[in-house]
C-alpha cells in the first residue's frame, strides 16, 4: 500500500506570496499532523487534525499560517505573504486512532527567497 | 513543557564499530518514547519504541531501554554498517486532552559510517 504522500518536494516562492502544500495520508489514518523542520533541526509540531476536525494549531507560528482537511483525507498546509523565516521541511504525518506510531511523508522543502 | 535533548553530531564511526547515541528527556507523566531515522532523501521512519519503564525496543541490531530513574533513552547498536549513514532522532508522545498525541522531537544526530 502507498505510504504518506506530499507535494510539491520542492516549492521556490519568493518573499511575500501564498503557497499550499498538499498532504497525502494513508488511508484510513484518521489522525494527521504537520511538522515544520528547519535546517539543522528536529521536526516541530505544527497541527492536528482527527479526521475533519482541527484539535490543535497551538504550533502554528503566526496567522500567516493555515490548515485544513476539509473531507477527513487530504490535507492542504497553506502560508500566506511568505517570510525567509518560513523556510523550512514541512512534514505530514498520519496515523491510526488509538495507535502512537505516526508514519511520516517525505516533506516539501520549502524556500522563500 | 517537553523537551528531548540529545548529543550533537555529526558522529562518524568506522564500519563495524560500537555506536552509542545518547537521549535524554523532560516530560510529565509517563510519555512513550521512540527512536526515528532519516535515511538521505527518505521521509522519518520509527525505528524503535518503548511505551513504559524499563522496556527495551530493538529493530535492526538497534536497542534503547526506557530508563526513567535518568530519563534517558539512548541508542546502541553493537556493529554499525555503512548502511546505518543517516541522521537519529530522539522523540516522545505525550498524550493530551482529547486522546491524541503531540511528539516532541529532538534536535537529530548524524551518524556516518565510514568503511
Known amino acids: 500500500g502507498a505510504g504518506v504522500s506530499q507535494s510539491p518536494r520542492y516549492k521556490v516562492a519568493k518573499r511575500g506570496q501564498d503557497v499550499a502544500l498538499r498532504c497525502d495520508p494513508i488511508?484510513?489514518?484518521?489522525?494527521l499532523f504537520w511538522y515544520q523542520q528547519a535546517l539543522g533541526q528536529g521536526p516541530e509540531f505544527l497541527t492536528y487534525?482527527?479526521?475533519?476536525?482541527?484539535?490543535?494549531k497551538s504550533g502554528l507560528p503566526s496567522d500567516r499560517f493555515f490548515a485544513e482537511r476539509p473531507e477527513g483525507s487530504v490535507s492542504t498546509l497553506k502560508i500566506q505573504r511568505t517570510q525567509q523565516e518560513d523556510s523550512a521541511v514541512y512534514l505530514c504525518?498520519?496515523?491510526?486512532?488509538?495507535?502512537?506510531?505516526?508514519?511520516f511523508g517525505p516533506g516539501t522543502r520549502l524556500t522563500v527567497l | 513543557g517537553d523537551s528531548v535533548t540529545q548529543m550533537e553530531g555529526p558522529v562518524t564511526l568506522s564500519e563495524e564499530a560500537f555506536l552509542t547515541i545518547n537521549c535524554t528527556y523532560t516530560?510529565?507523566?509517563?510519555?512513550?518514547l521512540f527512536w526515528y531515522v532519516q535515511y538521505p532523501g527518505e521521509g522519518l521512519q520509527l525505528l524503535l519504541k518503548?511505551?513504559?519503564?524499563?522496556d527495551k525496543g530493538s529493530n535492526k541490531g538497534f536497542e534503547a531501554t526506557y530508563r526513567k530513574e535518568t530519563t534517558s533513552f539512548h541508542l546502541e547498536k553493537g556493529s554499525v554498517q555503512v548502511s546505518d549513514s543517516a541522521v537519529y532522532f530522539c522523540?516522545?508522545?505525550?498524550?493530551?486532552?482529547?486522546?491524541?498525541?503531540?511528539?516532541?522531537f529532538g534536535i537529530g544526530t548524524k551518524l556516518q559510517v565510514i568503511p
Open positions: 518503548a511505551t513504559k519503564a524499563d
Open positions: 488511508s484510513g489514518h484518521v489522525s
Open positions: 504525518a498520519s496515523s491510526l486512532a488509538g495507535t502512537d506510531t505516526q508514519y
Open positions: 516530560a510529565t507523566g509517563y510519555p512513550s
Open positions: 487534525f482527527q479526521n475533519e476536525a482541527q484539535l490543535d
Open positions: 522523540a516522545l508522545r505525550t498524550r493530551l486532552s482529547g486522546g491524541y498525541q503531540k511528539v516532541t
